[in-house]
């Protein structure tokens, strides 16, 4: 039997510019984590939260400059971490992670960080009820 098919529509993605002699622009940014952890904790999020909801309305904003009509703007996809080891209780260094992929459809609405953080956050809600469906008895 074959199963639902998993393609799934495109999303956006963000290219960068080809140089002829091969050299990649990196843009890189330094933070002190103590005060990333804050602007979480005043949002209420964890801190893989806040850092996907900026990357989330990077690509959102990035995207309203290619797109002139918000009907045709792509969804924007990310990969979120897990980690498992404080699901199943394993003292593990190694990795124990799940990716979780979480989009928004920016098609629909303009969506503010509040909006990215309430989406985030119930995707957090909605893993924390499958984990506790899905932990060890």
Same mark, same amino acid.
């Given at each position: 039997p074959i199963g639902k098919s998993r393609n799934e529509s495109n999303s956006y993605r963000i290219l960068g510019e080809l140089e002829e002699d091969g050299f990649c622009h990196v843009t890189t940014f330094m933070i002190k984590a103590s005060e990333l952890l804050d602007l979480a904790h005043s949002y209420g999020v964890t801190l893989t939260a806040i850092v996907a909801?900026? +990357?989330?309305?990077?690509?959102?904003?990035?995207?309203?400059?290619? #797109?002139?009509?918000l009907r045709h703007m792509k969804k924007v996809k990310v990969l979120l971490p897990v980690d498992l080891r404080r699901i199943y209780g394993s003292k593990t260094l190694r990795n124990f992670v799940?990716?979780? !992929?979480?989009? $928004?459809? /920016?098609?629909?609405? $303009?969506?503010?960080?509040?909006? #990215? +953080?309430? +989406?985030?956050?119930? #995707? !957090?809600? $909605?893993?924390? +009820?499958?984990?506790? $469906?899905? !932990? /060890?008895f």
């Amino acid at each position: 039997p074959i199963g639902k098919s998993r393609n799934e529509s495109n999303s956006y993605r963000i290219l960068g510019e080809l140089e002829e002699d091969g050299f990649c622009h990196v843009t890189t940014f330094m933070i002190k984590a103590s005060e990333l952890l804050d602007l979480a904790h005043s949002y209420g999020v964890t801190l893989t939260a806040i850092v996907a909801a900026i +990357f989330i309305k990077a690509a959102i904003n990035l995207q309203k400059q290619d #797109v002139k009509k918000l009907r045709h703007m792509k969804k924007v996809k990310v990969l979120l971490p897990v980690d498992l080891r404080r699901i199943y209780g394993s003292k593990t260094l190694r990795n124990f992670v799940l990716c979780l !992929r979480a989009w $928004i459809e /920016p098609s629909d609405k $303009i969506y503010t960080f509040e909006d #990215v +953080f309430a +989406f985030l956050g119930l #995707v !957090r809600y $909605i893993l924390k +009820f499958k984990h506790s $469906i899905l !932990r /060890p008895f």
